[in-house]
C-alpha cells in the first residue's frame, strides 16, 4: 500500500517551454502533497507544500510564477516549469501524506528527471 | 527552526563487515526522526522511523537506529551489509505536529565492495 507515481520519469524539453510533472497517490487519499527539487549529489531541497483544494505554499526562494502547482484532488498533483530553462534541469520528486495512513510518514514518487536543452 | 547533520559524505565498506551511518539533529521541540534510502535515479524509501516509545527502531533490509534524545542523535546500523545495499541514505526529521515538513541531511553514500 501507499504507493505514489509520477510522469514521466523522464522528460527532455527545449528552452522557452513548459513541462508538467503529474504525482499521483494510487491506493490512498493524499490531503497533503509535497514537491522536491534534488540536484546531482546534494539532499532534497522541499519547494512547495500543497494541501487538496488550497494553495500551495512555496519555500523561501521558489518562484511561485514559475513552479505552478495544482491540487486539485486527493490523489492527483501537478507541477508545471513554466518557460523552462536549463537551469531548472534537476531531479523532481513528490510526496504525499494521507490522513488515513501511517502518521506523519511521507511517501515518495520514483522521481522525474528533467533536461532542458 | 531544525536542522540535520549527516557528518559522513562517503562511507566504504566491505561486504558483510558492520557499518554505521552517523546524524545528528537540532530542535528546539519534539521531533519524528526517519531514516531513508535512495537508489540511483529513484525516489526515496523509508528504512525506519521513530515517533515515540522505545530507542531502538529496527526496519527493513536488516537495519536498525537508536534514538539518543541527550546527544541529539539517530545513527543507522546494519550488523552485516551486502552489495545490494549501496546507495545514498538520508537521515530527516520533522517536527511532531501534523502539518510538519521534513528537513533532510546532505546524504551519506554508502559503497560496499567485495
Known amino acids: 500500500g501507499a504507493v505514489v507515481s509520477q510522469h514521466p520519469s523522464r522528460v527532455i524539453c527545449k528552452s522557452g517551454t513548459s513541462v508538467k510533472i503529474e504525482c499521483r497517490s494510487l491506493d490512498f487519499q493524499a490531503t497533503t502533497m509535497f514537491w522536491y527539487r534534488q540536484f546531482p549529489k546534494q539532499s532534497l531541497m522541499l519547494m512547495a507544500t500543497?494541501?487538496?483544494?488550497?494553495?500551495?505554499?512555496?519555500e523561501q526562494g521558489v518562484e511561485k510564477d514559475k513552479f505552478l502547482i495544482n491540487h486539485a484532488s486527493l490523489t492527483l498533483s501537478t507541477l508545471t516549469v513554466t518557460s523552462a530553462h536549463p537551469e531548472d534541469s534537476s531531479f523532481y520528486i513528490c510526496?504525499?501524506?494521507?490522513?488515513?495512513?501511517?502518521?506523519?510518514?511521507?511517501?515518495f514518487g520514483p522521481g522525474t528527471r528533467l533536461t532542458v536543452l | 527552526a531544525q536542522s540535520v547533520t549527516q557528518l559522513d559524505s562517503q562511507v566504504p565498506v566491505f561486504e558483510e563487515a558492520p557499518v554505521e551511518l552517523r546524524c545528528n539533529y537540532s530542535?528546539?521541540?519534539?521531533?519524528?526522526l526517519f531514516w531513508y534510502v535512495q537508489y540511483p535515479n529513484q525516489g526515496l524509501q523509508l528504512l525506519l522511523k521513530y515517533l515515540s516509545g522505545s530507542t531502538l527502531v529496527k526496519g527493513i533490509n536488516g537495519f536498525e537506529a537508536e534514538f539518543n534524545k541527550s546527544q541529539t542523535s539517530f545513527h543507522l546500523r546494519k550488523p552485516s551489509v551486502h552489495i545490494s545495499d549501496t546507495a545514498e541514505y538520508f537521515c530527516a526529521v520533522s517536527h511532531t505536529g501534523t502539518a510538519s515538513k521534513l528537513t533532510f541531511g546532505t546524504g551519506t553514500r554508502l559503497q560496499v565492495t567485495l
Open positions: 500543497s494541501n487538496e483544494g488550497s494553495k500551495a505554499t512555496y
Open positions: 530542535s528546539s521541540v519534539s521531533v519524528y
Open positions: 510526496s504525499a501524506r494521507g490522513r488515513a495512513i501511517s502518521y506523519n510518514e511521507q511517501f
